[in-house]
């Protein structure tokens, strides 16, 4: 039984048991393989959500493909660590899930590609 105590504890077991250590990290091919699929849209005006009810990442295609990649790891966190759907006001402040989401994607999943190079 594997005892998850943290966001990154979570984001490392995530990724040893879906990236394939190719480099840079791509968040579409985790999120896929999580069976959460990712859709680019014109139609949204936040850098992304997740929608709970069916399982998938929405990502602005109006932001550089970075951010993008940011967005997506970031919405995999929400995914992967029970939040639901994710979608809120523009207006809506940053809240505590966020924070832990950050932490998720931040320190483990876009750093990642600098940690496994040997």
Known sequence: MCLI???SDFAKK????????SLP????????????????????????YFDATTSTIYVTNYEPETRQRFTIAHEIGHAVLGHGSSLREIS???NQKDYQINEFQAKEIKNRKVNYVV
């Open 5 to 7: 105590y943290s966001a």
């Open 25 to 48: 990290v791509e968040p579409i091919v985790i999120a896929n393989k999580l069976g959460i699929r990712v859709i680019g849209t014109d139609n949204i005006q936040v850098s992304g």
């Open 14 to 21: 995530i990724l040893l048991e879906h990236w394939d250590y």
């Open 92 to 94: 809506q402040q940053f």
